[in-house]
Protein backbone atom coordinates (compact mmCIF):
# COMPACT_ATOMS: atom_id res chain seq x y z
CA UNK A 1 0.00 0.00 0.00
CA UNK A 2 1.00 3.59 0.16
CA UNK A 3 1.61 5.95 3.15
CA UNK A 4 1.71 9.67 2.48
CA UNK A 5 3.64 11.40 5.95
CA UNK A 6 2.84 15.06 6.19
CA UNK A 7 4.92 17.39 8.27
CA UNK A 8 5.35 21.34 8.80
CA UNK A 9 1.91 22.01 10.92
CA UNK A 10 1.78 24.48 14.15
CA UNK A 11 1.31 27.49 15.18
CA UNK A 12 1.65 31.05 12.79
CA UNK A 13 0.51 34.87 13.83
CA UNK A 14 -1.71 36.39 11.02
CA UNK A 15 0.56 37.50 7.86
CA UNK A 16 2.97 34.64 8.64
CA UNK A 17 4.17 31.95 6.71
CA UNK A 18 4.69 28.56 7.21
CA UNK A 19 5.85 25.19 4.90
CA UNK A 20 3.67 21.83 4.68
CA UNK A 21 5.62 18.38 2.91
CA UNK A 22 4.16 15.55 2.08
CA UNK A 23 6.33 12.41 1.31
CA UNK A 24 4.60 9.13 -0.43
CA UNK A 25 6.26 5.82 0.31
CA UNK A 26 5.24 2.21 -0.68
CA UNK A 27 4.26 0.41 -3.39
CA UNK A 28 3.67 3.16 -6.05
CA UNK A 29 4.42 2.44 -9.72
CA UNK A 30 3.25 5.97 -10.96
CA UNK A 31 1.75 8.83 -9.10
CA UNK A 32 -0.95 10.47 -10.66
CA UNK A 33 -1.61 13.43 -8.91
CA UNK A 34 -0.75 14.80 -5.05
CA UNK A 35 -2.69 17.91 -3.44
CA UNK A 36 -3.83 19.31 -0.36
CA UNK A 37 -6.96 19.76 1.44
CA UNK A 38 -7.87 21.30 4.33
CA UNK A 39 -11.30 20.81 6.96
CA UNK A 40 -12.10 23.53 10.00
CA UNK A 41 -13.73 22.96 12.63
CA UNK A 42 -17.74 22.51 11.85
CA UNK A 43 -16.83 22.44 7.82
CA UNK A 44 -16.67 20.47 5.06
CA UNK A 45 -12.81 18.97 3.81
CA UNK A 46 -11.96 21.38 1.22
CA UNK A 47 -9.59 21.72 -1.64
CA UNK A 48 -6.66 23.95 -1.65
CA UNK A 49 -4.42 23.02 -4.56
CA UNK A 50 -3.49 20.17 -6.25
CA UNK A 51 -0.37 19.41 -9.17
CA UNK A 52 -0.79 16.49 -11.48
CA UNK A 53 2.05 14.59 -12.99
CA UNK A 54 2.53 17.02 -15.71
CA UNK A 55 2.61 19.44 -13.79
CA UNK A 56 -0.37 21.42 -14.22
CA UNK A 57 -1.39 23.39 -10.83
CA UNK A 58 -5.25 23.87 -9.30
CA UNK A 59 -5.69 26.18 -6.37
CA UNK A 60 -8.81 27.28 -4.86
CA UNK A 61 -9.68 30.79 -4.96
CA UNK A 62 -8.71 31.50 -1.32
CA UNK A 63 -5.78 30.86 -1.64
CA UNK A 64 -4.40 32.22 -4.79
CA UNK A 65 -1.84 34.11 -4.69
CA UNK A 66 -0.63 33.12 -1.00
CA UNK A 67 0.00 29.58 -1.45
CA UNK A 68 2.55 27.74 -3.55
CA UNK A 69 1.89 23.91 -4.68
CA UNK A 70 5.19 21.94 -5.58
CA UNK A 71 6.41 18.87 -6.40
CA UNK A 72 9.44 16.66 -6.63
CA UNK A 73 8.80 14.25 -8.91
CA UNK A 74 11.69 11.99 -7.88
CA UNK A 75 11.26 12.05 -3.85
CA UNK A 76 7.45 11.82 -4.30
CA UNK A 77 7.19 14.33 -1.79
CA UNK A 78 4.82 17.24 -2.25
CA UNK A 79 5.03 20.85 -0.74
CA UNK A 80 3.15 23.88 0.24
CA UNK A 81 4.19 26.93 0.82
CA UNK A 82 1.89 29.30 2.46
CA UNK A 83 2.07 33.07 2.97
CA UNK A 84 0.12 35.57 4.21
CA UNK A 85 -1.74 33.31 6.43
CA UNK A 86 -5.19 34.37 7.82
CA UNK A 87 -6.93 33.19 10.92
CA UNK A 88 -9.44 31.78 8.08
CA UNK A 89 -6.84 29.38 7.05
CA UNK A 90 -6.93 27.82 10.23
CA UNK A 91 -7.50 23.89 9.66
CA UNK A 92 -6.15 20.21 9.38
CA UNK A 93 -4.38 20.36 6.09
CA UNK A 94 -4.11 16.71 4.43
CA UNK A 95 -2.33 15.46 1.86
CA UNK A 96 -4.08 13.49 -0.93
CA UNK A 97 -2.27 11.20 -3.57
CA UNK A 98 -4.19 9.36 -6.66
CA UNK A 99 -1.20 6.65 -6.98
CA UNK A 100 -1.08 3.51 -9.81
CA UNK A 101 0.33 0.41 -7.44
CA UNK A 102 0.28 -1.45 -10.68
CA UNK A 103 -0.28 -0.85 -14.38
CA UNK A 104 -3.48 -1.23 -14.05
CA UNK A 105 -4.75 -0.38 -10.18
CA UNK A 106 -4.80 2.92 -8.88
CA UNK A 107 -6.14 4.53 -5.70
CA UNK A 108 -6.66 7.63 -4.21
CA UNK A 109 -4.30 7.78 -0.75
CA UNK A 110 -4.36 10.55 2.39
CA UNK A 111 -2.17 11.55 5.19
CA UNK A 112 -2.87 11.56 8.67
CA UNK A 113 -3.53 15.15 8.72
CA UNK A 114 -1.50 17.97 10.25
CA UNK A 115 -2.96 20.99 11.83
CA UNK A 116 -2.12 24.63 11.34
CA UNK A 117 -3.67 27.39 13.52
CA UNK A 118 -3.22 31.00 12.50
CA UNK A 119 -3.96 33.50 15.23
CA UNK A 120 -4.82 36.41 15.03
Given at each position: QVQLVESGGGLVQTGGSRGLS?????????????????????????????????????????????????????????????????PEDTAVYYCNAYVYTSTTSWDAYWGQGTQVTVSS
Open positions: CAASGTIFRIIAMGWYRQAPGKERELVATVNAGGSINYADSVKGRFTISRDNAKNTVYLQMNSLK
